[in-house]
């Protein structure tokens, strides 16, 4: 098991938004996490990376416990995360945005051979390495982003909304991704809203709803499941 939260509880100031949560995320496995807006998902990420924090229980990575590990170095622990709608670095170049994602030593020591990877994986980064991030269209930016974020080598790749506002190519092409990046021995925890496509990609799946996990399990399992549909189309 790579990733591990247990029973984590997560308030804004007094008002409580995550109820005694658990999941993990087990090495080269991709894992989704759903729910309908709302619902806690870029929270559990944003925790994860201690963007915010939680109240109770604990999270565990590579079997150490890191509740207390500031958001930084959880970067240079092997956990990268890229954010909803891509936040890319607009007013620099895809070469400049690459680079902040290599920022602690073992990232700096072998750039070179990840910046080799990354371009055969993301051929269009190499030609527009001199290009502005905002020049870029949402499908370059979101790859651009997910670059970054695999610049750092992560052992867990979290990604928050990969194919929102993207066309049918770009998403098709994303997923083919996310299936290399996990058959090269990294871990993906990624949150979505379209629960077929998240299921028919991801191994296991966690629902969320107000906060709280209400379902979990194989993808295969939850694709069709009763309770999937009850959360995301009501009764």
């Known amino acids: 098991m790579l990733l591990d939260i247990k029973n984590i509880d997560v308030l804004y100031d007094d008002f409580q938004v995550i109820w005694d949560v658990s999941l993990n995320v087990n090495n080269s496995e991709m894992v989704a996490l759903l729910g309908p807006n709302g619902s806690g998902k870029s929270t559990v990420l944003n925790t994860i990376s201690n963007l915010v924090e939680h109240k109770k229980g604990g999270i565990y990575f590579d079997k150490k416990l890191i509740s207390n590990i500031p958001t930084y170095q959880r970067t240079s622990i092997g956990i990268s995360h890229v954010l909803e709608r891509r936040r890319v670095f607009p007013y620099l170049t895809v070469m400049q945005n690459l680079l902040l994602g290599a920022w602690h030593p073992k990232a700096k020591e072998k750039l070179d051979t990840s910046l080799s990877k990354i371009y055969k994986t993301f051929p269009k980064l190499e030609t527009r390495s001199s290009q502005l991030a905002h020049t870029m269209s949402g499908g370059e930016q979101q790859m651009l982003a997910i670059a970054r974020g695999l610049i750092g080598l ?17 998403v098709k092409d994303l997923i083919n991704i996310f299936k290399n990046i996990v058959s090269e021995g990294i871990s993906i925890l990624f949150v979505e809203q379209n629960v077929r496509l998240a299921l028919s990609m991801a191994d296991r799946g966690y629902v969320l709803e107000s906060g709280r996990l209400v379902v979990s399990g194989n993808s295969k399992d939850l694709i069709d499941s009763d309770k999937v549909k009850r959360v995301f189309l009501g009764n």
């Open 154 to 170: 992560p052992k867990l790749l979290m990604v928050d909304e990969p194919f929102l506002g993207l066309s049918p190519i770009v």
